[in-house]
C-alpha cells in the first residue's frame, strides 16, 4: 500500500469517528439538562465541524474549506460562547433545567428514531449523485444532527437550550455542507458565519430582555398569547 | 446599477437614522430613502419590461421580471410604511423618548434592505442569508413594544423561523450539490435552470422539499404558521405591513422560483405540494378567522388564507394560473397594507385590539371606520376590488383545466373566509358608538372617550395611497403592470 493510499484511509477513518462523535454531542443537547454543559458540548459540535472541514480541505485540496474551518473556530468557539455568556448572564447557565415536555429516555429513543430516518432520507440521494466517502459519511449525520436540533428546540423548554438547538441545527447543515458543497463561494461563506453570529447575538439579547421582564426564561411555558 | 443604488440608499438611510438630530431627522431620511428607492426601483421595473433582466453585478446582483415584480412591491409598501410609521410610531412612544425613535427607524431601514435584497440577489445562497436576515432585524420591531406579550411573540417568531432557515439551508446546499454535478455554471437561479435537467431527481425532490418546510415557516403554511398571528398582534402596524404584505411574498418567491425546476412530468408533482399546502392553509386560516378575537390577529389569518390561495394558483400550473397568482401577490400586498394600515388607525382611536369591546367604530373614528370597512370588503374579495380578480382569475384557470375539486374546495374556503372577515369588520364599524376596555390598558396614553383621538395627518396620507391602487386595480390595471406580470408568469413556466 503506497503512501497518500494509507493517509487516505487514515482520514476517512479519522473523519468517520469526527461525525460519530458529532452525532453524540447532538444526542447530548437533546438530554442533558445542565445548561452550561450543553454550551461547552455546542463549543465541541463546532469545533469537530471544523476538524471535519480541515481534513476534507486536505483531501479535496480546497482553500474555502479552510477558510471555513477557520471561520468556524472563530465565530462558534470563541465569539458566540463569549457572546452568549455576555448577554444571557451566568445564573441563566447555572440552572437546571426541571421540566422536559417529554422524559430523556423516551426523547433519546425518538432521537434514534430520528438518526435512522434521516439515513433512510440520505440513501437515495447519495446513490443518485454516486456520492463519495466522505459525503457518505457527512451527509446523513448532518441531516440527523439538523434534525435533531429541531427535536432539542421542540423539547426544550428554557431559552438557552432551544437557541442552542437552532445553532447546532445550522451545524448539522454545514456538516453536511462541506462535503457536498466544497466550493460554495467564499463570500457566502463569509456572510454565513456572520449570519449564525447575528442569530447568536439576537437570540441572546432577545433571551436577557426576557429574563428582565418576566424574570425567568422558561420560554416553554409563557402562554399570555395563548388563545381561548 | 439601479439595484445597487437601492441596496446603498437603503443601507445608509439605516446608518443617518442613528444621528441624533432631533426627532424629525429620523423619519425624513427614512422617508426620502424609500421615496428614491421607490422610484429607481419602478425604473428596474421598467428596464425589466425593455430588455429582460437588469444586472448590476453579473451572478450577484440582478432582477428579471419575477424579481422585478417583488422588488416593487418591496419599495411601495416600504414607502407607505415609512409615512405611516411617522405618525404611529409618535403615537405609541413616550413624548421625548428620541433614541427610540432613532433605534425604531434604524430597524426598520435595516429590515427594508433585508427584504429589498431578496428579490436583487441573484446568487441562492446569498437569497437565503437574505431570508434569514428579515428574520433577525425584524426581531427587536415585533418586540418594540416590550411588553411580555411581544417578547413571547418575538420568542416564537424567531425560534420558529430559524428552525425554517436552518432546513432550507440544508436544501440550498443540496441545489448547489445538484448543481455542481453536471454544470460548471454559477449558483444563481439561471444557472440552477441550466443544470435543472442533468440533476438527480432524488436530490432535486428533496432539496424541494427542504426549501419548501423551511421557507414555508416563514410564509406562513399551515401547520408552520403559529408564530403569524401572535407576531402581527403584537408587532406595530406599519411592521406588520412590511411583514405580512411583502415578507410573506417574498420568501414564496423563492419557493415558487424553484418550479421551474422541475421537467414537464414531475412538475405536477411539485404542484402537487403546492396545492396540497396550500388548501390546507387555506382552509385552517378561514376557519380561524371566524373565532378569533383580536382584529390584527383576523388581518394575520388572513395572510396565511391568502398565501394559500398563491401557493394554490401556483401549483396549478397552467399558464393562466400563475398569471392569477402573481395578480393575487400584488392584490394581496396593498390590500394587506391598507387593511394594517387601517388596524393601526383602529388601535389608535380605540385603544384596544379587542373585536367585541368595539362597537361603532365608523362614529368614534369615521376615517378609522371606513378604512377598516374598505380594507376588510378588499381582503375578502369582495367584487370591484383587486383581490376579487385575483382570485377570480385563479378560480377560472384551475376550472378551464378541469381541476374540479382543488378549485371546488378552494371556492368554498373563499367563501367561509369572505364570511368571517365581514362578520368581524361588521361588528366593529357598526351599532351604537362604545369602547369596553376589558383587559387592556389604554394605549397610547390617550383619551379613550370617543371621538377624541384625531389621526395623525401622516397617517392618513398613508391610508389614502394605499387605497388608491387597491380600488383602482380592481377596474383598471396599468399596460406597463399587466406586462411585468406577464413576464414574471411566464418566468414561472406554466404550460399555456
Redesign the interface.
Known sequence: MSDPDLLFSFLTKLNALTGGVFLLVAFGLVAIRQMLTCLRLYVFQSLLLAISALMLGYHYGSIHLFVVAGLTIIAKVFIIPWLLRRTVGYESYAKREISQAINIPASLLIALAITIFAYF?AN??L???HAGIFARVNLPI??AC?IL??FT?TVRRE?VP?LLG?LA??N??FF??IA??P???L??EL??AF?VL??AL??G??TM??HK??GKTA?GE?I??K?E | MELLFILLITAVAAALSLIPLGKRFAPLVTLVASLAVFFLSIQAALATLRGGEVVAIQDWLACDSLAALILLLAAFVGLTAAIFSWGYINAIVEPGDVRKIRRYYSRFNLFLLSLLAIPIFA?V??VW?AV??TT?FA??LV?FE?T??A??????F??LT??GA??A??GV??L???L??GHPGA?TWTGLLAAAPKM????RN?AFLFILIGFGTKVGLVPMHTWI??AY??APSPICTLLSGIETSAVLYCILRLLPLFPRAAVSRAGMWFIIFGLISTGVAAFLML???DYK?LFAYSTIEHMGIIMVGAGLGSFAAHLGAMLQIVAHAITKSLCFFAAGATLMATGTRNIPAIRGLIRISPLAGIFLMIGGLAIAGAPPFVVFLGEFSILKAGFVHGHYLVIGLLTLFIGVAFFSIMYQINQMVFGSPDIILIDEQSLFGRSTLPGRNILPPTCIIALIITCIPVIVCGVYLPDQLYQLLHNAAAVLGGYR
Open positions: 432520507i437515495p440521494m446513490t443518485a449523485a448532518g441531516l439538523l436540533g429541531a428546540v431559552a432551544q437552532i441545527m445550522e448539522g447543515a453536511a455542507g457536498i458543497a466550493t460554495l463561494p463570500f457566502a456572510a454565513a449570519d447575528i442569530i439576537v437570540m439579547l432577545l430582555k426576557i421582564t418576566l420560554v409563557l399570555a398569547l388563545e | 446568487n445562497a446569498m442569508i434569514e436576515l433577525l426581531v427587536f418586540s416590550s411580555p406579550q417578547l413571547e411573540a418575538a420568542w416564537k424567531i425560534v430559524g428552525m436552518a432546513l439551508l440544508f446546499l443540496l448547489y450539490w445538484g455542481r454535478l449558483f438527480p431527481a432524488a436530490l428533496t398571528p401572535e398582534s403584537q373565532k378569533t378575537k390577529r
